[in-house]
């Protein structure tokens, strides 16, 4: 396969993912309400593991490891899905599945100022000063918040989202390093056997009874958080670092609150606020105006300098074929 299709396919891969990702919060708000938070994270991540051990043999061998990955490899499990989880879970008990789909519009800029002094990757005036005007409009959305029977505390929730995007970013500088020497499947299986092992003993410390009284709607929400999130949607995700830079594959996350606001108003009947809907609108600019390249305005005066340059240089060729010297 060619680097440009293989590219390619590491980008629409990457933006089903994200598509993926937008429902996963209403998949996550439904079945936190029966299974409660940290039983829904175990399920999805411990029935993903079920799936993905299997794909362990044939590839054990082909992992390119090198002295030192093992804490890297253990900061990325914890980066997410264990600390990820843990905020998303319980932002989404206090917040809805919109809001905290628009604080995941902050990610982007922290993966590009990480990418910058990490990664050593480029950062430019434009990313910044969109990526502020995203975070005034973040802020905006919060403090506009109101309680209601979709959100019974969304400074908290949201408050709590900002910690699950933190650690979200910790996890794609470092998926972005180690993607070059593992593999996407090898990367998602540790993913959720880490994820299922941390989440299994903070079951029983939480104490709360078993719940098997759950409707069809929550087992479905678990089987897409386990099968179509944990293990299609971050197998794309960490197939995507191979070819594609952190910030470029961070700036795709800018969907994430559009699809969020479309899932929560048409299959949990939320809405916002019209505050609230003048600061998403103030988010989404940023985040355009942060991706988007200004039109080059010196271009025909460039283009007039170079050509005056040519036709210099080739008045100096034919005076000195001829034995002719310039005057100044």
């Known amino acids: 396969m060619t680097k440009l299709p293989q590219k390619q396919l590491a980008m629409a891969g990457l933006i ?10 209403v998949a996550m708000k439904l079945a936190i309400a029966e299974f409660g938070p940290i039983m829904t ?7 993903a593991t079920a799936v993905l051990i299997f794909f362990l043999p044939p ?29 998303e879970s319980y932002a989404l008990t206090y917040t809805t599945a919109s809001e905290a789909g628009m604080v995941t519009a902050l990610q982007p800029l922290m993966v590009a100022v990480g990418a910058y002094y990490l990664l050593k990757e480029k950062l430019n005036s434009r990313l910044l000063i969109g990526c502020i005007i995203a975070v005034v409009g973040v802020v905006w959305l919060t403090l506009a918040g109101t309680s209601s029977e979709h959100a019974s505390n969304p400074m908290l929730g949201n408050a709590l989202e900002f910690g699950a995007i ?18 996407p499947i090898f990367l998602t299986l540790l993913q959720t056997v880490m994820g299922s092992i941390f989440f299994l003993p903070l079951i029983f410390v939480q104490g709360a009874p078993l719940n098997f009284d759950v409707s069809a709607e929550a087992v479905l929400a678990i089987m ?19 070819t594609m830079p952190a910030s470029q594959v961070g700036s795709l996350m800018n969907l994430l609150p559009l699809g969020t606001l479309f899932f929560g108003w048409a299959l949990l009947g939320e809405t ?19 991706q988007t390249k200004p039109r080059p305005k010196t271009v025909f005066i460039e283009q007039d300098m170079v050509t005056r340059s040519l036709r210099h240089k080739a008045k100096q060729k034919i005076r000195k074929s001829f034995g002719l010297v310039e005057t100044p």
């Open 224 to 242: 897409f958080l386990a099968f179509g999130v944990n293990i299609f949607a971050f197998t794309c995700y960490n197939f995507a670092f191979k």
């Open 166 to 183: 933190l650690a979200a970013t910790g996890y794609c500088l470092l998926a972005r390093k180690l993607a070059q020497r593992y593999s």
């Open 41 to 47: 994270v175990f399920l999805r991540m411990i029935l």
């Open 59 to 87: 590839m054990a061998k082909k992992q390119q490891y090198q002295k030192g990955d093992w804490w890297l490899l253990l900061l990325l499990a914890l980066c997410e899905p264990c600390l990820y989880f843990i905020f």
């Open 16 to 25: 089903l993912a994200v598509v993926l990702w937008s429902a996963s919060f």
């Open 272 to 290: 916002l606020s019209g505050m609230q809907y003048l600061a998403a609108g103030l988010v989404l600019f940023g985040v355009i105006w942060s």
